[in-house]
């Protein structure tokens, strides 16, 4: 991947990021639907982690 490519979706993973902290905030503890945020932050994590280990 080319530079800017990694940059580009590196600032995809952190608006992405700041979206779903924004949504588990808001969301009720009522239903599942904090788990699904959860579980959808920690793959935008792992997506980062990836992104940043290639580029370093």
């Known amino acids: 991947m ?3 490519e990694i940059e580009v979706l590196k ?3 952190e608006k992405a990021l700041k ?3 924004e ?3 808001r969301i009720p503890d ?3 639907g904090k788990t699904y945020l959860w579980r959808g932050r920690e793959r935008i994590r ?3 982690k990836i992104l ?3 580029e370093g």
Do not use: S
């Open 46 to 48: 792992l997506m980062a």
């Open 19 to 21: 979206e779903l902290d």
């Open 2 to 4: 080319e530079g800017l």
């Open 52 to 54: 940043n280990d290639t």
């Open 23 to 25: 949504a588990y905030r």
């Open 30 to 32: 009522v239903n599942n």
């Open 11 to 13: 600032r995809l993973v």
